[in-house]
């Protein structure tokens, strides 16, 4: 976390700074966005491993894990909120469609529009960018800062590690597949998150923007969606305690469903807009919380069928990471894809009738898809909560057996000495 931070703040930086250059600038976001992201990874394994250090008991990891998810949506709130104010304060002018389909290379005809018509507006947007990762920049370090500072690290369990065969165990240990298949479609996170939900997020705003017609609404929207997330984390909390992990999936992800529809369906109505952003941050709230919280449960399933294997905590939660990773870049991959052949124009006033019905699917048809695809595959998941408390009576008798043994040894010795 102390290597990672400064560098990852610098590289986030330069994400949003446009160089004085005429060709390369598109290597330029590609390499800085790929080790923004990579660093971001060195924090964010660590950060989450840290969970199975904090207590041994479920309940007192999933409090925590609830604690966290909170605080980590409160965090997305903010960031949203300011990166929204601030670049939202400057207007970019949108170019009108009729530029694009009387000339017939619109990628010429966007460079004339930039250098003769909003030169000095797109210069006030550089500038906002920059500012907004200036600030955010900061608080990420005053927050890597209070973690490094403010939490004393726990060792692990003494031991051999894992090792390549350990790795290649973790990766082929089936309660942890069973997690990955379903939750890879459905976990939000930045950086970490699901299929669907980077659906949602990479095509929301141009969902607002020119199928509902509110280009000025969308952070407003965005807030609305994330606060209610915020506020929501502690009832599904109370859900999964009292009815149960695998039943809080099934109630909190297909509870997207209906309002996924109803976006689409309903015709364009800011009120409406409003009540299904609040309606869907109660199951984004679900998809933010149930994934972490359960994969404690797998790692302590693990420990019980290999209890030769210690130190292998940040090996699952890198694998988790790594997944879901991989899953949003595919799924970002195909959406971006599949808005270029619908004909998508950068910056236009408005899109190709292709365009808002590829965006209606990709943020209502496709999800509502993957969202029962995991709810299907979610069945297999073999860790219920009477698997649960099995497991949690295991690793009491294995640590009560663990002490005596060691007290026994330690007045063996004494009698010796």
Not at 183 to 200: N, Y
Not at 283 to 308: E, R, T, Y
Not at 334 to 357: E, H, K, M
């Amino acid at each position: 976390i102390i290597f990672s931070t400064p560098f990852a703040i610098i590289c986030y930086f330069l994400i949003w700074f446009v160089p004085d250059i005429s060709t390369g600038q598109v290597m330029w976001y590609l390499v800085f966005y790929c080790a923004f992201q990579t660093l971001v990874t060195c924090f964010h394994v660590p950060y989450s491993a840290l969970t199975m250090f904090i207590s041994r008991e479920q309940s007192e990891r999933d409090s925590a894990t609830a604690y966290r998810m909170t605080v980590e949506l409160l965090g997305t709130v903010l960031g949203a909120a300011i990166q929204g104010q601030i670049v939202g304060n400057v207007a970019t002018p949108c170019i009108e469609s009729h530029f694009f389909f009387s000339l017939p290379n619109s990628s010429v005809a966007m460079e004339e529009l930039n250098v003769t018509r909003d030169r000095e507006s797109l210069s006030d947007t550089r500038n906002a960018y920059m500012i907004a990762a200036g600030v955010i920049g900061g608080l990420y370090l005053l927050c890597a800062l209070i973690l490094v500072l403010g939490v004393k690290e726990k060792r692990g369990e003494p031991g051999q590690g894992l090792g390549c065969s350990g790795i290649v165990e973790v990766l082929l240990f089936r309660p942890l597949q069973e997690l990955l298949a379903p939750h890879l479609w459905v976990s939000p996170r930045r950086g970490a998150g699901g299929a669907e939900l980077w659906l949602l997020e990479g095509n929301f705003a141009l969902f607002c923007t020119y199928t509902l017609g509110f280009r000025n609404e969308f952070q407003n929207i965005l807030l609305a969606i994330m606060l209610s997330a915020t506020l929501t984390i502690p009832f599904w909390q109370w859900f999964l305690t009292r009815f149960g992990k695998k039943n809080a999936v099934y109630v909190g992800i297909s509870s997207a469903i209906p309002f996924l529809i109803v976006v689409v369906v309903l015709d364009s109505n800011l009120y409406v807009t409003y009540m299904v952003a609040v309606a869907a941050g109660i199951s984004v709230a679900a998809a933010f919380l149930l994934p972490w919280s359960m994969l404690p449960d797998v790692i302590d399933d693990f420990k019980l069928q290999h209890p030769g294997s210690h130190s292998h905590e940040a090996i699952f939660f890198s694998f988790y990471v790594f997944f879901t990773k991989f899953t949003a870049g595919v799924s970002l991959g195909i959406s971006t894809l599949s808005l270029d052949f619908a004909g998508y124009q950068t910056r236009g006033c408005s899109q190709p009738g292709q365009v808002n019905f590829t965006l209606k699917m990709l943020v209502s048809a496709v999800p509502v898809g993957l969202i029962l695809l995991s709810l299907l595959l979610f069945k297999l998941y073999p860790i219920d909560e009477e698997k649960r408390r099995k497991n949690k009576k295991a690793l009491q008798d294995l640590r009560e057996e663990s002490n005596s043994s060691s007290e026994s040894d330690n007045t063996e010795l004494a009698s010796i000495v």
